[in-house]
């Protein structure tokens, strides 16, 4: 199986773009709280121009190289945005990654080029992408002045119809702030979506369960018997480093648990795990593989056998026991003796001695959609079929996010979920039902739903998108990758050159070269940006 997109960040600094290190989300911000913000960001940089050439069909366009505001959509767009924005409206996640990067732009948070602030050596202020506050406020001349149909099919037609998008591809383009669709290609035909899917169980999740919900792993003491359960609560991002980084730590939770223990006069436990929680095989369909653990509730590191955080890698065969015995060496630190840990489960009268939460579902969200992380969608995927009543296995979880995305009104015609992360090529998604997630996304009266957008890789600068679109709309693309052998896709949102947000989905079957196929799915992106299309 060929998956480039899940390749780790090439950065000095991987982990600075995690966004456990950004605010929580802030739902519900007045319109009005906007406005500085908007007045800042126009105080910019001179931009440093990269010039791209298209087919001939197509004008050559000029971007600035540098702009890393794509977020500007987002955060000043949509009156009621969330995510991890600073007060000029620029993603911490994005500043942070051009800082450790040494890439100009991606550092606007407030100060002028001349400001007295300023860093010898820092990124200087990256080229705003134009607001779109008054589009998405839904301002009557702006809807009048919406790119049109003919126009946008005239730029988009040829860049789509070419061989290196194998021998079926859709695509659809809406215009956010009205909702309405400019662009169809076969946009109600269902294809293998890959990880595009994930932007579905993005939006189940957080339909189920909300923007703040916490997973929560637990240790209890069974009285009597002395033994202590390590119970699993599906926290994928549950670490067992030194440097947790905002995440939950297996080491606090032994500290705090030690500390419980010694209260108690308890020197010596039976140690055993509970991964209960789930049901049904821990094994994907697709079998063993890098891209992947073995899906349980109770997994430390995402049982990965090096220092990596993303990206394929080497996984235990067997998560929980491996946590636990991680578990049981930090216990011994403290003096806690321990037996050798097997499974079992905690029982209704177990006390529990000490637990340890992720941060929001928000930004778990978020860190799933930026790295294309599998591990995290199918514990959400889980979580949402916990959430909603259904069997928390594979046919369970699907069923849930199919069931959510019906109660928001969404076009699922056609639609197989057969998974969370989209690694089972049995999954179908339309590219209607793509461009209607993102819409939903942005809509003001779902603000629990935004982080499915502000998670989205930014072109050029992280996750997925971080070395494409270099030579392009770098900074103005926000789009999730979907990479399966001979299937691509690429589903997010653009900020034209006339201020609308765009939601665009391109899905690609039966492609022979991920390479071509890529560059072809980024040309029609930068286009969109390029577009008026009046």
């Not at 945005?81 to 990654?97: F, I, L, M, N, V």
């Not at 407030?110 to 998405?136: F, I, K, M, N, Q």
């Not at 992947?292 to 929980?320: I, K, Q, W, Y």
Request: aromatic fraction near 4%; proline fraction near 6%.
């Amino acid at each position: 199986m060929f998956v480039p997109e899940l390749r780790p960040w090439r950065a000095a600094r991987p982990h600075v773009v995690r966004v456990a290190t950004a605010v929580r989300p802030r739902l519900a911000r007045a319109a009005a709280a906007a406005g500085p913000r908007v007045a800042r960001l126009t105080r910019a940089a001179k931009p440093q121009l990269a010039r791209l050439t298209l087919p001939k069909t197509v004008r050559t366009w000029q971007y600035s190289a540098g702009a890393a505001t794509a977020g500007l959509a987002l955060a000043a767009g949509v009156v009621t945005a969330a995510g991890p924005w600073d007060a000029s409206g620029q993603r911490t996640a994005e500043r942070d990654r051009a800082a450790a990067l040494g890439h100009t732009g991606g550092a606007d948070h407030g100060r002028t080029s001349g400001s007295s602030e300023s860093v010898a050596g820092a990124p200087r202020p990256a080229p705003s992408a134009r607001s779109v506050l008054t589009a998405l406020g839904g301002s009557t001349s702006l809807a009048k002045s919406a790119p049109n149909g003919k126009p946008l099919s005239a730029v988009l037609g040829p860049l789509l119809d070419t061989g290196a998008l194998g021998t079926r591809h859709t695509a659809a383009v809406v215009d956010v702030a009205t909702g309405r669709r400019l662009y169809g290609a076969g946009a109600d035909d269902a294809l293998t979506p890959a990880s595009t899917t994930k932007i579905a169980t993005a939006v189940a999740a957080l339909s189920a369960m909300g923007a703040d919900h916490r997973l929560t792993t637990r240790t209890a003491l069974e009285p009597d018997t002395g033994e202590l359960v390590l119970v699993g609560g599906g926290d994928p991002t549950l670490t067992a480093r030194q440097d947790a980084e905002g995440w939950a730590s297996l080491r606090t939770l032994a500290d705090r648990t030690a500390a419980a223990l010694r209260k108690h006069g308890v020197t010596q436990v039976t140690l055993s795990y509970d991964t209960t929680l789930y049901a049904g095989s821990e094994v994907h369909p697709i079998g063993a593989d890098r891209n992947l653990a073995p899906v349980t509730a109770l997994m430390a590191d995402e049982a990965r056998t090096n220092d990596s955080t993303s990206g394929p890698a080497p996984r235990v065969a067997d998560p929980a026991a491996a946590a636990t015995r991680t578990f049981a060496a930090f216990l011994q630190d403290h003096g806690i003796k321990t037996t050798s840990p097997g499974p079992s489960k905690a029982t209704n009268r177990a006390k529990t001695l000490a637990t340890v939460s992720s941060p929001p579902l928000s930004t778990v969200i978020e860190r799933m959609l930026t790295n294309s992380d599998n591990d995290i969608a199918e514990a959400l995927a889980r979580q949402t079929a916990l959430a909603t009543g259904e069997r928390a296995d594979f046919a369970g979880a699907g069923k849930a996010i199919g069931a959510r995305l019906r109660k928001l009104g969404l076009p699922l015609s056609g639609t197989a979920f057969e998974d969370g992360s989209g690694l089972d090529r049995a999954d179908r998604i339309t590219a209607d039902l793509l461009t209607s997630l993102l819409a939903k996304a942005a809509d003001p009266h779902h603000p629990e739903l935004r982080t499915a957008l502000t998670g989205l890789p930014v072109a050029g600068f992280t996750g997925t998108l971080s070395t494409r679109y270099t030579d392009g709309a770098a900074g103005v693309v926000r789009a999730k990758t979907g990479t399966l052998t001979g299937v691509n896709a690429l589903a997010g949102t653009v900020v034209t050159q006339d201020g609308r947000l765009l939601a665009f989905a391109f899905l690609a079957s039966n492609t022979t070269s991920p390479t071509a196929a890529q560059s072809a799915l980024d040309h029609a992106a930068t286009a969109l940006a390029a577009c008026g299309c009046k």
